[in-house]
Nanobody, 126 residues
């Protein structure tokens, strides 16, 4: 069993930065699973943001160049550094985990992940 706990959300002005954390615990560490970030706004499905699988990173186009995912194996934590934030980045951000995958895995789908955190709210004001 894997437990995920997000933190670091908050209110920030457009152009600002936030760093989200996803603490990974249980019978594994962050290097044993692929860890992704999704976000969701009311009335919409969860949207894929980025995944870290082994040392590979896949970002949704809308955040490329602004968001960076990283991993601290000592702290068993995955981070999402978000820079140049825009109002459209507003939402509840969730981290999710699934066993490390190989080619052909549909990492874009929320249903492809087995474990989820409780989410953290990010609000970007104009």
């Amino acid at each position: 069993q894997v437990q995920l706990a997000e933190s670091g959300g908050g209110l920030v002005q457009a152009g600002g930065s936030l760093r989200l954390s996803c603490a990974v615990s249980g019978r594994t560490g962050p290097y044993d699973y692929a860890v992704a970030w999704f976000r969701q706004t009311p009335g919409k499905e969860r949207e894929f943001v980025v995944v870290l699988n082994w040392n590979d990173r896949y970002y949704v186009d809308s955040v490329k160049g602004r968001f960076t995912i990283s991993r601290d194996d000592v702290r068993s934590t995955v981070y999402l550094q978000m820079n140049s934030l825009k109002p459209e980045d507003t939402g509840v951000y969730y981290c999710a985990a699934t066993p490390l995958f190989t080619g052909g895995y549909n990492y874009l789908r929320a249903t492809s992940y087995d474990y989820w955190g409780q989410g953290t709210q990010v609000t970007v004001s104009t």
